[in-house]
């Protein structure tokens, strides 16, 4: 086992030399354009995603940072995108759901003065970051569950329905008969988190999720927690994981990113500590996935995943790229 830490590579070179002309725009590329995606240029509005399906997303909150919005705005309508999707299937509507069949939200939500709202185990509303920011706007608490989650969700206009698509159930039905939690575990980990910067130098941040595939009933896992899903603080950055995540809670993992960040780490550096953290935990090569993407208040960003696989999409400029993740056991 070899652990991995970042550095530049040939190919990101050449990446950025695409970049310059305009190749790689908007197609997921793969690879980092320095100038762009790290360039020190400062308050540049700027989205920071999970995975690739945070492409779109990002499209949708980059619409609004380009029209000077605010930035805990745009976080809520980019991660919407992921969760009207039905095609991505670990978020929102469409989302597979746990062991009995149902499917239960997490979500959470950060804004530049470090107010925070969350729901957990919310079922039949698709817009559960929607919801979580009600509950920051609109009540005296930070996080509601279950039944009050969604009579909340109800009280605030939100229209219920079910969020159980076809093709979900398909793939309910088919691990069902496999009961191959192992290997489900595995692959299954699309949260979307995704972190803005507007043009006023704010930042906010965002997290939701249909959750581990097949989780037990009740089960919430890091997503809907402040610090660990999800870590914003003006002054400083923010943080967001995907993966496993109750690897994720143990370390606090955004919490930790955001104040490496504090302490002077850059976010790729910061993302790799919260992976390390994960790391030495375990003894032997983990056979699970938990990342982080990190954005700081100068407008830089970082990712970093404990394993080979994960992917980030960051906004910028109008331009819009897919990268992979510097990993750390290779
Ligand atoms: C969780 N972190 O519930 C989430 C899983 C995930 O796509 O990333 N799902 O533990």
Excluded at 94 to 123: H, R, S, W
Excluded at 143 to 165: I, S
Excluded at 230 to 241: F, I, P
Aim: with cysteine.
């Amino acid at each position: 086992m070899r652990m991995y830490y970042p550095r530049r590579s040939f190919i990101k070179q050449i990446g950025a030399a695409l970049g310059y002309l305009g190749l790689s725009q908007r197609i997921g590329f793969g690879q980092t354009n320095d100038e762009i995606v790290y360039s020190k240029v400062e308050n540049t509005p700027t989205v920071i995603s999970t995975w690739k399906h945070g492409l779109a997303a990002n499209e949708s909150a980059w619409k609004l940072l380009a029209k000077n919005a605010n930035a805990l705005d745009a976080v809520e309508k980019g991660v919407n995108v992921s969760e009207n999707d039905p095609k991505v299937m670990s978020v929102g509507y469409g989302g597979l759901p746990d062991e009995e069949g149902y499917v239960t939200l997490d979500a959470c939500i950060m804004d530049k003065n470090g107010n925070a709202g969350a729901v957990a185990f919310l079922q039949g509303y698709k817009n559960a970051v929607s919801v979580a920011r009600k509950v920051m706007e609109n009540t005296r608490h930070i996080m509601l569950v279950g039944e009050g989650a969604a009579a909340f969700a109800q009280k605030m206009g939100f229209p219920k329905q079910n969020l159980f698509t076809e093709k979900a159930k398909d793939k309910w039905l088919l691990w069902k008969e496999s009961q191959d939690t192992k290997s489900k575990q595995l692959q299954i980990h699309d949260t979307i988190g995704m972190l803005t910067l507007d043009s006023g130098g704010d930042l906010a941040g965002a997290c939701t999720t249909s959750g581990l595939a097949w989780k037990m009933h009740g089960r919430v896992g890091d997503s809907p927690i402040i610090g660990a899903g999800l870590y914003v603080d003006n002054s400083v950055g923010g943080a967001a994981s995907t993966g496993v995540g109750e690897e994720c809670i143990k370390v606090c993992g955004s919490f930790l990113v955001v104040e490496m960040m504090r302490r002077g780490a850059e976010p790729v550096e910061a993302c790799f500590e919260a992976v390390r953290r994960i790391y030495r935990r375990h003894k032997k090569i983990p056979d699970f996935q938990v990342a982080f993407i990190a954005l700081n208040r100068k407008g830089r960003v970082g990712a970093a995943s404990l394993i080979k696989g994960f992917s980030y999409a960051v906004m910028r400029a109008g331009i819009n790229r897919l990268i992979e993740a510097e990993y750390l056991v290779k």
